[in-house]
T-cell receptor, first 114, second 113 residues
Framework: QQQVKQSPQSLIVQKGGISIINCAYENTAFDYFPWYQQFPGKGPALLIAIRPDVSEKKEGRFTISFNKSAKQFSLHIMDSQPGDSATYFCAARHSGAGSYQLTFGKGTKLSVIP | KAGVTQTPRYLIKTRGQQVTLSCSPISGHRSVSWYQQTPGQGLQFLFEYFSETQRNKGNFPGRFSGRQFSNSRSEMNVSTLELGDSALYLC????????????FGPGTRLTVT
């Protein structure tokens, strides 16, 4: 199974609040889990990534939490700002037989209101 | 360094026609991947080229094809267009085929009427 399931589809958060986006996967061959951020009219840009042997990674206000046994990972945006309003995609890299491929979740549209 | 560029940015075609999209990767990047983005399906992987060879292919019909040139520039072709092909087509480049870090262009918005 190459699928990555992402929720929620959309999220509205007050400025200063915490935004939480969740993803789940089935394929144990996934070996890297990046998050991408996309603003309207732009292509996605890498935000942060984590390996499955790490339970948490923090970069500024962005934190990935990873639960290997549950096959779930999540993005937390602390002190959310209106400038964080964008679509966020979780992804997973599949490695097998010398080939590598990114599978993306369907995205979460985040709106941070003042 | 200049980012990934895609041309054209917008395209309107009629069902049954064919279309060619172009992508120029970041200088020095040898891997180019193509994705189709739609509101319902999100980002779906089409194929990846590395050093002029197709390394990976997603689950799309044979009407979707691509190629990469010796300067790493890539083209994607869709023949016999269908209404469902309307989407944003994104090109992404990376220095290596194995990396999860991809640099996306702004995309080509294709509308099929």
């Amino acid at each position: 199974q190459q699928q990555v399931k992402q929720s929620p589809q959309s999220l509205i958060v007050q400025k200063g609040g915490i935004s939480i986006i969740n993803c789940a996967y089935e394929n144990t061959a996934f070996d890297y889990f990046p998050w991408y951020q996309q603003f309207p009219g732009k292509g996605p840009a890498l935000l942060i990534a984590i390996r499955p042997d790490v339970s948490e990674k923090k970069e500024g206000r962005f934190t990935i939490s990873f639960n290997k046994s549950a096959k779930q990972f999540s993005l937390h945006i602390m002190d959310s700002q209106p400038g964080d309003s964008a679509t966020y995609f979780c992804a997973a890299r599949h490695s097998g037989a010398g080939s590598y491929q990114l599978t993306f979740g369907k995205g979460t549209k985040l709106s941070v209101i003042p | 360094k200049a980012g990934v560029t895609q041309t054209p940015r917008y395209l309107i075609k009629t069902r049954g026609q064919q279309v060619t999209l172009s992508c120029s990767p970041i200088s020095g990047h040898r891997s180019v991947s193509w994705y189709q983005q739609t509101p319902g399906q999100g980002l779906q992987f089409l194929f990846e080229y590395f050093s002029e060879t197709q390394r990976n292919k997603g689950n799309f019909p044979g009407r979707f094809s691509g190629r990469q040139f010796s300067n790493s520039r890539s083209e994607m072709n869709v023949s016999t267009l269908e209404l469902g092909d309307s989407a944003l087509y994104l090109c992404a480049s990376s220095p290596r085929s194995t990396t999860y870090e991809q640099y996306f262009g702004p995309g080509t918005r294709l509308t099929v009427t």
